[in-house]
């Protein structure tokens, strides 16, 4: 016995009400046979179908097939049976609609695990009559041709048993004669044959008529002596053959398939994959412009020398107004002397004064700050010249009159030339040029360029009419000892102008390191910023990702169903749906980021922003897009897969 049932029960549920369509059947269909199921609409023969055809499992009862019991087994064990023992054809033809008949008929090997064999297919479709149609799809066939593909794809695996749902209900006269045909043919050779049909002359070519009604059988009528199935029929399927691993070919068969899914909804598609590309290109140019901050601040933060504390006098302050002069701390060039002398950790010591000045040049004029230091203010600062070289101690001590430049005064006065050796006038003093410092560029309150250094005491004599320093640049060995100069120098400047405790805020010790540890977290905060203003931007695409792939999943149920029902696992449908998704995501993200890059280029060379793009944000936003396509695509993905075969097939 090929089929065996025995006391089969199967009962729906509908909200509150429980329709019995099998009650207590009992058949055995011998190998070879050709049986005709009839009855009227609600008898149960659909039923019946679907349970033979292990698309639904009874509710009671015991069923077995080519001897083993289906009893337990798991949706994936019952899609290899269905694959390797059975072959379906729908009334509705359910072919791919945009897919090739090759293809379609192709379909059931891709799940049995066997190599597609093309000669194969087109050898199918020559027997059906379509050897001229393989690569039309089906709305370029008749109703007669798709229902001949759909016979072909159920003799692809050679199965032992094909089940005929309906097979000629929606075909002509002419149409389902030929149909009818081929099917009796195929029984001829030996293939078991199960029809469900309610028309008496289609059933006639069957060979044993089995009526239904109410889900008991009323009657089983053998109208024709059995035939033995030849000796070239198919061997029995028996066990369900092991799973085969994933092979590239299914990865390619899914990339191809996705690929066609994809292209039959462009808008919608390309609306999915617009929110990741905005995502990503987002990630791309908000890290480019955090990388470049970081890196404009990192420059800011090394022209302000490192391991520097900076002594300034101070002025107490009463409800808005200060006090009276003595109550200011004046700097002396001693107390620049004493520091250098007495705190062991300091490296380097340079006294400033500073004010505005006028500078003239041929026809040109500027105002730019002017700075009298020391030739230690070259380390201290990293100001070392890109051209020229900085003043001497022996210029300072000479008041030699000369000078190191800004480039904003290079650019405001000579245009942009190399000044060196050139002469100018400061507050109608002439000074030559010996130097151009380096780029140091703006701050929030000034513009670092726009100075003009020139010796300590030259500035002071001759060009400010100083007797005190304005501040006291000090250079300390480490940045571990910071504190303890800091707290050697204030008691220093206390002791040597006896400053009692209620003056000794008349002065103030700058701790750059502090300067910079707060510039630097704060660069950190806008870059994480920035960052998850970026990450919200994907992660805005990823739910438009799953959104797509939800309506897919509606929009193609009954294909799913279909795949079930020639043998596809659960993880065949979830991995078509996942790479469905992977293809939306990684195509959005490719397409961000150029336009990424685009942004960030634009964002450097229109408006000035510092701007880098690096290797890691890029490979940070493939990645990010990719597990956007994976995370997001996992729940429309896993529902798929989840579906009943038969329910999804009924779905309309």
């Known amino acids: 016995m090929m089929i065996q049932l025995t006391d089969v029960h199967k009962t729906y549920r509908m909200d509150q009400i429980q329709v019995h369509a099998l009650r207590g059947v009992s058949l055995t269909i011998e190998p070879g046979e050709f049986v005709a199921i009839m009855g009227p609409s609600g008898s149960g023969k659909s039923t019946l179908m679907h349970l033979l055809g292990l698309l639904d499992v009874p509710d009671g009862g015991v069923y077995t097939l080519d001897g083993r019991s289906i ?31 090759l293809e379609n008929v192709a379909l059931p090997m891709l799940y049995a695990g066997e190599q597609t064999a093309n000669g194969r297919v087109t050898s199918l479709l020559e027997d059906v009559g379509l050897g001229k149609r393989l690569h039309h799809r089906p709305n370029q066939l008749s109703g007669g041709q798709q229902q001949r593909v759909a016979i072909a794809r159920a003799l692809v695996n050679e199965p032992r048993l094909i089940l005929a749902d309906e097979p000629t209900g929606n075909l002509d006269s002419a149409s389902s004669e030929e149909i009818m045909a081929i099917l009796t043919g195929l029984n001829a050779r030996g293939i078991t044959l199960v029809l469900v049909t309610h028309e008496t002359d289609i059933a006639r070519h069957a060979r044993r008529i089995i009526r239904m009604r109410d889900g008991v059988i009323q009657s089983d009528e053998r109208t024709q002596p059995l035939v033995a199935a030849s000796a070239s029929a198919p061997a029995p399927a028996g066990a369900p053959a092991p799973t085969t691993p994933w092979q590239w070919r299914e990865v390619v068969s899914h990339i191809r398939q996705a690929h066609r899914t994809l292209l039959a909804n462009p808008v919608r598609t390309g609306l999915s994959t617009l929110g990741v590309l905005i995502g990503v290109a987002a990630v791309i140019s908000m890290l480019a412009l955090g990388t470049g901050a970081r890196q404009s601040i990192e420059a800011q933060l090394a022209s302000m020398g490192s391991n520097l504390l900076v ?30 002398s007495s705190v062991p950790s300091v490296v380097r010591v340079a006294p400033s004064v500073a004010g505005r000045g006028q500078v003239a040049y041929a026809s040109k004029n500027w105002s730019p700050q002017l700075v009298g230091t020391t030739s230690a203010y070259e380390q201290i600062r990293a100001a070392r010249p890109v051209a020229g070289r900085f003043f001497t101690p022996d210029e300072d001590r000479m008041r030699a009159r000369v000078a190191v430049v800004g480039l904003t005064v290079v650019r405001e006065l000579f245009g942009g030339a190399n000044p060196v050796g050139e002469s100018i006038r400061i507050n109608k003093v002439p000074f030559q040029i010996i130097g151009v410092l380096p780029e140091k560029g703006m701050t929030t309150w000034r513009d670092q360029d726009d100075v003009i250094v020139v010796p300590l005491s030259t500035a002071m004599r001759r060009l400010l009419g100083k007797e005190y320093v304005d501040s006291i640049d000090v250079e300390v060995a480490s940045s571990s000892e910071l504190e ?25 010790i700058r701790n750059m390191a502090e300067a910079q540890a707060a510039m630097q977290e704060s660069s950190r905060t806008m870059s994480w910023l920035l960052a998850s203003i970026a990450a919200i931007s994907l992660l805005v695409g990823g739910i438009g990702v799953m959104n797509i792939m939800l309506v897919s999943v509606t929009e193609r149920t009954r294909e799913i ?75 429309p993905a896993l529902q798929a897969a989840a579906l009943n075969p038969i329910d999804a097939l009924r779905y309309e």
Not at 311 to 335: C, F, I, K, N, W
Not at 485 to 496: F, G, L, M, V
């Open 311 to 340: 002594v300034r006098p101070g002025s107490r302050q009463v409800r808005g107004v200060a006090l009276e002069t003595g109550a200011v701390t004046r700097l002396t060039l001693d107390d620049a002397e004493a520091i250098a």
């Open 484 to 508: 303890g100069a800091q707290e050697a120098i204030s008691q220093i400047i206390i002791r040597r102008h006896r400053l009692p405790p209620s003056r000794q805020e008349t002065f103030e």
């Open 71 to 101: 009893a337990g087994a798991t949706a994936d064990e019952l899609a290899v049976l269905r694959s390797r023992t059975i072959g379906f054809v729908f009334q509705q033809f359910n072919l791919l609609p945009r897919v090739t008949a």
């Open 561 to 635: 169903g279909l795949r079930k029902a020639v043998g596809a696992r659960r993880a065949d449908i979830l991995s078509q749906f996942l790479i469905e998704a992977l293809l939306v995501s990684l195509g959005g993200g490719l397409a961000g980021i150029l336009i990424g890059c685009g942004i960030t280029l634009a964002m450097a060379h229109l408006a000035g922003w510092a701007a880098t793009i690096s290797l890691p944000a890029v490979v940070l936003a493939v990645g990010f897009s990719a597990a956007v396509g994976v995370i997001f695509g996992l729940w």
